[in-house]
């Protein structure tokens, strides 16, 4: 008779569904189709590729080859609008220890679009169902196993789904919760929901309408179980199935499998499955072996789900790999309920080393599982060579503690012969670097405001009138004296060149020919040169000045990086990453929710940052704060970026500190937060301009110690504004709604 559940429409079509993960196929040309309201088992031993086949019908992770269509969509190329209609429990609990029940509950609601109405009657609804109403303001993590499962139950049911996939429902929790939660399968299913369920159990296998069973990447069989059981390859036309129950059923087994008719012995709990030749009687069999047959309760039996699946296991084993699978046991033997006795203890020590322990007891071991570790960890591996490398190409390369080429401005308004070598030879001392030359006021100061240069030469327009005239020349150095070492250094240089030139002219001109001496305005006699210093921007030298705007910076990017990176891979590391993947949430509803409160807990933080730089360190910002704080949300956004960027890359925790550390580190060390870029070689230069904090830092120290604007940091801004639109681009690009 026909069943009327097969002209129900299809829900799942797989066709010869493939995926491989570099050389190993974990799925191999598998298809089969589950029409609604159906409850289909995928059943198979560990590693068979169930929930493989689970993850692509999901649209998670791509096929390698072949095609499916779920609720009559493509999962390749309508992925998004089937995750609206079928909801997913995976294996591991992977829901929010640190959320309430009903949180759980509520977020899973709203990722779906469900108005809060209506989340209220679900939860409502689904407490019910559940029957975890008494628990709801529990946090999950602390709810036992079988509780875990109803809340993932609740959870993926939460949007109505027509489709459920259940990846191992039932592992790791007790038989009644098990019996529970079939009870609310079948209550689901009753209600039009089709359930696609994988798991270990046989028991639960007989509850499906229909089971597929796969084997080494393989589906070897499919139907419904009643079918399965009447395949002849699993009782043949000459064969009978009986059902033995004596004592030491363990024993018993092995003798009779040795004998002649028997095809194959096998335990189920305490009794033995024969299947022996038609012409053979279990009495024949029991005779030679010396078993009162009156001791042994024998029955005829049909086949169970077990019977087929271990009859169809071995005849895969023989038919493909014979040699490599003889030793192994098979699945149903795996899952056979007869527990294993344990091995022989060993009563008087032997296999034991008697040797009394050393000390050292266990190096080797703990040696060689640790070489493994670093082995198999590639992050490790990176870590411990790029990291030193790096380390000592910039201490030993890169950091140069000796000052020169500090940039210069100069202002000549005199522009004769006297004035330009008094220019020329401040750059000859190496400390200078002429950036600019101006001609104005206005332009001079800007230059010096913007940062584009440290020190400021203005020579009046009578600097060589005075010269000639053998009166005393007066010019001004301007030094930002934000950062100490270098305003120390441009300070005593230009002192000293000053006395090196007045002290040459008095030797060449005066002695010689016997002018007088230069005099100072008041008529004394004074050097020919008096170069005036004076220090902008931070007078007495603090070093605080230089350092705490830097800082700002720098830890500001180390706790948004960190954060951020850490975020998104521990959902990763605890699966409900994958859990939100299979929910309709986009991928800029994901990136945005999880990044804007880092991107508030970074405002506050710079907020904090700051008041403490004011009143503990006692450094004002002379510029507009406004700004100062609109800058440093460009920056924490890069920043937030570099830290999704990690988490792209990272796939444990563990890995995300080590890379978040890769970046801090050029970030410290090149951005000019401790040494002075220009003293960089010019290749290491060139790298500090790709590093987003070396713009934030200069226009930390631009607003807050020269009170520059907007303008005066339009190069910096500029700078900011493409790392952040580089940083972002890449890392939203690399993080997919996918498995990788
Ligand atoms: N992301 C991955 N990268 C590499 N190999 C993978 C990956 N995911 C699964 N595999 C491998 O694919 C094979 C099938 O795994 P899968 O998890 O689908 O098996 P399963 O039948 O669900 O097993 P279990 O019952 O233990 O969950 C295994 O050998 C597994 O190690």
Same mark, same amino acid.
């Given at each position: 008779?026909?069943?009327?559940?097969?002209?129900?429409?299809?829900?799942?079509?797989?066709?010869?569904?493939?995926?491989?993960?570099?050389?190993?196929?974990?799925?191999?040309?598998?298809?089969?189709?589950?029409?609604?309201?159906?409850?289909?088992?995928?059943?198979?031993?560990?590693?068979?590729?169930?929930?493989?086949?689970?993850?692509?019908?999901?649209?998670?992770?791509?096929?390698?080859?072949?095609?499916?269509?779920?609720?009559?969509?493509?999962?390749?190329?309508?992925?998004?609008?089937?995750?609206?209609?079928?909801?997913?429990?995976?294996?591991?609990?992977?829901?929010?220890?640190?959320?309430?029940?009903?949180?759980?509950?509520?977020?899973?609601?709203?990722?779906?679009?469900?108005?809060?109405?209506?989340?209220?009657?679900?939860?409502?609804?689904?407490?019910?169902?559940?029957?975890?109403?008494?628990?709801?303001?529990?946090?999950?993590?602390?709810?036992?196993?079988?509780?875990?499962?109803?809340?993932?139950?609740?959870?993926?049911?939460?949007?109505?789904?027509?489709?459920?996939?259940?990846?191992?429902?039932?592992?790791?929790?007790?038989?009644?919760?098990?019996?529970?939660?079939?009870?609310?399968?079948?209550?689901?299913?009753?209600?039009?929901?089709?359930?696609?369920?994988?798991?270990?159990?046989?028991?639960?296998?007989?509850?499906?309408?229909?089971?597929?069973?796969?084997?080494?990447?393989?589906?070897?069989?499919?139907?419904?179980?009643?079918?399965?059981?009447?395949?002849?390859?699993?009782?043949?036309?000459?064969?009978?199935?009986?059902?033995?129950?004596?004592?030491?059923?363990?024993?018993?087994?092995?003798?009779?499998?040795?004998?002649?008719?028997?095809?194959?012995?096998?335990?189920?709990?305490?009794?033995?499955?024969?299947?022996?030749?038609?012409?053979?009687?279990?009495?024949?069999?029991?005779?030679?072996?010396?078993?009162?047959?009156?001791?042994?309760?024998?029955?005829?039996?049909?086949?169970?789900?077990?019977?087929?699946?271990?009859?169809?296991?071995?005849?895969?084993?023989?038919?493909?790999?014979?040699?490599?699978?003889?030793?192994?046991?098979?699945?149903?033997?795996?899952?056979?309920?007869?527990?294993?006795?344990?091995?022989?203890?060993?009563?008087?020590?032997?296999?034991?080393?008697?040797?009394?322990?050393?000390?050292?007891?266990?190096?080797?071991?703990?040696?060689?599982?640790?070489?493994?570790?670093?082995? &198999?960890?590639?992050? *490790?591996?990176? %870590?411990? =060579? /790029?990291?030193? #490398?790096?380390?000592?190409?910039? $201490?030993?390369? @890169?950091?140069?503690?000796?000052?020169?080429?500090?940039?210069?401005?100069?202002?000549?308004?005199?522009?004769?012969?006297?004035?330009?070598?008094?220019?020329? &030879?401040?750059?000859? *001392?190496?400390? %200078?670097? =002429? /950036?600019?030359? #101006?001609?104005?006021?206005?332009? $001079?100061?800007? @230059?010096?405001?913007?940062?584009?240069?440290?020190?400021?030469?203005?020579?009046?327009?009578?600097?060589?009138?005075?010269?000639?005239?053998?009166?005393?020349?007066?010019?001004?150095?301007?030094?930002?004296?934000?950062?100490?070492?270098?305003?120390?250094?441009?300070?005593?240089?230009?002192?000293?060149?000053?006395?090196?030139?007045?002290?040459?002219?008095?030797?060449?001109?005066?002695?010689?020919?016997?002018?007088?001496?230069?005099?100072?305005?008041?008529?004394?006699?004074?050097?020919?040169?008096?170069?005036?210093?004076?220090?902008?921007?931070?007078?007495?030298?603090?070093?605080?000045?230089?350092?705490?705007?830097?800082?700002?910076?720098?830890?500001?990017?180390?706790?948004?990086?960190?954060?951020?990176?850490?975020?998104?891979?521990?959902?990763?590391?605890?699966?409900?990453?994958?859990?939100?993947?299979?929910?309709?949430?986009?991928?800029?509803?994901?990136?945005?929710?999880?990044?804007?409160?880092?991107?508030?807990?970074?405002?506050?933080?710079?907020?904090?940052?700051?008041?403490?730089?004011?009143?503990?360190?006692?450094?004002?910002?002379?510029?507009?704060?406004?700004?100062?704080?609109?800058?440093?949300?460009?920056?924490?956004?890069?920043?937030?970026?570099?830290?999704?960027?990690?988490?792209?890359?990272?796939?444990?925790?563990?890995?995300?500190?080590?890379?978040?550390?890769?970046?801090?580190?050029?970030?410290?060390?090149?951005?000019?937060?401790?040494?002075?870029?220009?003293?960089?070689?010019?290749?290491?230069?060139?790298?500090?301009?790709?590093?987003?904090?070396?713009?934030?830092?200069?226009?930390?120290?631009?607003?807050?110690?020269?009170?520059?604007?907007?303008?005066?940091?339009?190069?910096?801004?500029?700078?900011?504004?493409?790392?952040?639109?580089?940083?972002?681009?890449?890392?939203?690009?690399?993080?997919?709604?996918?498995?990788?």
């Amino acid at each position: 008779m026909p069943d009327p559940a097969d002209n129900q429409p299809l829900v799942i079509d797989a066709q010869g569904l493939g995926r491989r993960f570099g050389d190993l196929v974990a799925v191999r040309d598998v298809s089969f189709q589950v029409r609604r309201s159906a409850i289909f088992g995928l059943l198979g031993p560990n590693g068979s590729g169930k929930s493989t086949i689970i993850r692509m019908l999901l649209g998670i992770l791509p096929a390698s080859e072949g095609t499916a269509a779920v609720l009559g969509r493509d999962v390749g190329l309508e992925a998004e609008q089937i995750k609206r209609r079928v909801g997913y429990m995976s294996q591991a609990f992977s829901l929010y220890a640190d959320l309430t029940v009903r949180e759980n509950i509520e977020f899973y609601g709203r990722v779906y679009g469900l108005t809060p109405e209506r989340i209220r009657e679900r939860l409502t609804e689904l407490l019910e169902l559940t029957g975890i109403g008494d628990r709801v303001d529990q946090l999950a993590g602390t709810l036992s196993g079988g509780w875990k499962q109803r809340l993932a139950l609740a959870c993926a049911l939460v949007h109505e789904p027509e489709l459920l996939f259940l990846d191992e429902p039932t592992a790791g929790i007790d038989p009644v919760a098990r019996r529970q939660l079939w009870d609310l399968l079948y209550e689901l299913s009753a209600q039009g929901v089709t359930l696609f369920v994988t798991t270990h159990y046989m028991d639960e296998a007989e509850r499906c309408t229909s089971v597929g069973y796969i084997y080494l990447s393989r589906l070897l069989v499919l139907g419904k179980p009643d079918e399965l059981k009447q395949l002849p390859e699993v009782t043949p036309d000459d064969a009978r199935r009986y059902e033995l129950r004596a004592e030491h059923p363990a024993r018993l087994m092995s003798r009779l499998r040795e004998q002649e008719g028997v095809r194959d012995a096998t335990i189920f709990g305490e009794a033995i499955h024969l299947l022996v030749d038609q012409d053979r009687g279990p009495e024949e069999l029991l005779e030679p072996l010396g078993v009162d047959p009156s001791k042994v309760e024998v029955r005829e039996i049909a086949p169970s789900l077990e019977d087929v699946f271990v009859t169809l296991t071995q005849r895969a084993d023989n038919d493909s790999l014979p040699d490599q699978l003889t030793e192994a046991p098979s699945p149903a033997e795996e899952e056979s309920l007869e527990p294993t006795p344990p091995p022989p203890t060993p009563t008087n020590g032997e296999g034991v080393s008697k040797r009394v322990a050393s000390p050292l007891h266990g190096l080797w071991a703990v040696l060689v599982k640790e070489f493994a570790h670093i082995r &198999r960890q590639p992050s *490790t591996i990176f %870590f411990m =060579l /790029v990291v030193p #490398v790096m380390q000592t190409i910039i $201490f030993g390369y @890169a950091i140069n503690t000796q000052i020169e080429n500090i940039p210069l401005v100069v202002h000549d308004l005199d522009g004769r012969a006297a004035s330009r070598e008094l220019v020329a &030879r401040m750059v000859n *001392t190496r400390r %200078f670097r =002429l /950036v600019r030359k #101006v001609t104005g006021d206005d332009e $001079f100061y800007q @230059a010096l405001r913007a940062g584009v240069a440290q020190a400021g030469l203005i020579i009046p327009p009578d600097y060589s009138d005075r010269l000639i005239r053998g009166e005393q020349a007066a010019v001004q150095v301007l030094i930002d004296g934000s950062d100490s070492q270098i305003a120390t250094t441009a300070r005593s240089t230009a002192q000293l060149l000053g006395l090196d030139m007045s002290i040459n002219l008095a030797r060449g001109r005066g002695e010689a020919l016997g002018v007088a001496p230069s005099r100072d305005p008041t008529g004394q006699g004074a050097l020919p040169i008096d170069v005036r210093t004076r220090l902008l921007y931070n007078p007495d030298l603090e070093s605080a000045y230089f350092f705490v705007p830097g800082l700002v910076g720098i830890i500001l990017q180390l706790v948004t990086l960190f954060l951020t990176s850490f975020a998104v891979v521990r959902e990763r590391e605890l699966g409900t990453l994958e859990q939100l993947f299979v929910t309709p949430v986009s991928r800029a509803g994901l990136l945005l929710g999880k990044l804007t409160p880092y991107a508030v807990v970074g405002l506050f933080e710079t907020l904090l940052v700051l008041v403490v730089m004011i009143y503990v360190f006692g450094v004002p910002i002379r510029g507009d704060a406004v700004l100062l704080v609109a800058l440093a949300m460009l920056f924490m956004v890069t920043s937030l970026g570099l830290g999704l960027l990690v988490s792209t890359i990272a796939r444990t925790q563990v890995e995300a500190v080590q890379f978040a550390f890769v970046v801090m580190l050029p970030s410290v060390l090149l951005s000019g937060f401790v040494f002075p870029r220009s003293e960089m070689p010019l290749p290491i230069y060139g790298l500090s301009f790709l590093i987003p904090v070396t713009y934030f830092i200069e226009i930390l120290r631009g607003v807050i110690l020269r009170g520059a604007g907007l303008l005066d940091l339009i190069p910096s801004v500029t700078g900011l504004v493409l790392c952040c639109v580089v940083v972002l681009s890449v890392s939203i690009g690399r993080f997919r709604k996918q498995i990788e």
